[in-house]
């Protein structure tokens, strides 16, 4: 059974730093592309960050460049997204989703999804 688990979520002060992992079973991530999304109370569910199978391609939604990157090890089938400099504002449940089509994915499209972790920034 294919299934994504999120991790590493939890409470940090503003201006701290936090690792989401996203550990993937019964597939492999070079056949998919692979992302994080984050829905905050109220809020429609946005992209964060994707990478594309091969690793070659990233994607940072505006507000989070130059504080998250994305990462993969596809020896142990897990996507990482390392988030520095936390703002009250990327307070949200944090999904892992794949899907076989980047652009699919950049689109808000997951073939899976993950059940999500909650990320709260506070002080």
């Known amino acids: 059974q294919v299934q994504l688990v999120e991790s590493g979520g939890g409470l940090v002060q503003p201006g701290g730093s936090l690792t989401l992992s996203c550990q993937a079973s019964e597939f492999t991530l070079d056949y998919y592309n692979m992302g994080w999304f984050r829905q905050a109370p109220g809020e429609d569910r946005e992209g964060v960050s994707h990478i594309s199978r091969d690793g070659g391609r990233t994607y940072y939604q505006g507000s989070v460049k130059g504080r998250f990157t994305i990462s993969k090890d596809d020896a142990k089938n897990m996507v990482y997204l390392q988030m520095n400099s936390l703002k009250p504002e990327d307070t949200a449940v944090y999904y892992c989703?794949?899907?076989?089509?980047?652009?699919?994915?950049?689109?808000?499209?997951?073939?899976?999804w993950g059940q999500g972790t909650q990320v709260t920034v506070s002080s």
């Open positions: 989703a794949a899907n076989s089509d980047y652009e699919d994915l950049i689109h808000g499209d997951g073939n899976y």
